[in-house]
């Protein structure tokens, strides 16, 4: 089954802004990668600075290609005219790993 990885930022609040508007200026890249399953950026609500970045893949390969490929390439760029790499949003980053084990998915109608 699929491998899930989840990238636990911490995020200060005045940078909330700042972290989902870079997400969001880099829709869409990871779904063209092999093995790409789904993505999901979680903002908190329970007074927590943590936000979630889901991502499934069909192995635990796919997601390393894809860590030294396209995403080490992203964030290696500059988003500025000068080429300079932009403050990082979140002031820390853990990464968990899980195996799927068990899903479920909505009973057809």
């Given amino acids: 089954m699929s491998v899930v990885k989840i990238n636990v930022l911490t995020v200060p609040a005045e940078q909330r802004e700042t972290l989902e508007k870079r997400f969001a200026s880099r829709a869409h890249t990871v779904e063209s990668s092999d093995g790409f399953e789904w993505f999901e950026l979680l903002r908190p609500v ?40 932009p403050k990082p949003a979140a002031s820390g980053s853990t990464l968990w790993s899980f195996e799927v084990v068990q899903q479920a998915a909505p009973k057809s109608a």
């Fill in 46 to 85: 329970d007074g927590t600075d943590n936000y979630l970045v889901y991502t499934r893949w069909r192995d635990e390969e796919s997601f390393q290609a894809w860590m030294e490929g396209p995403m080490k390439a992203a964030h290696q760029g500059g988003d500025t005219a000068g080429g300079e790499r």
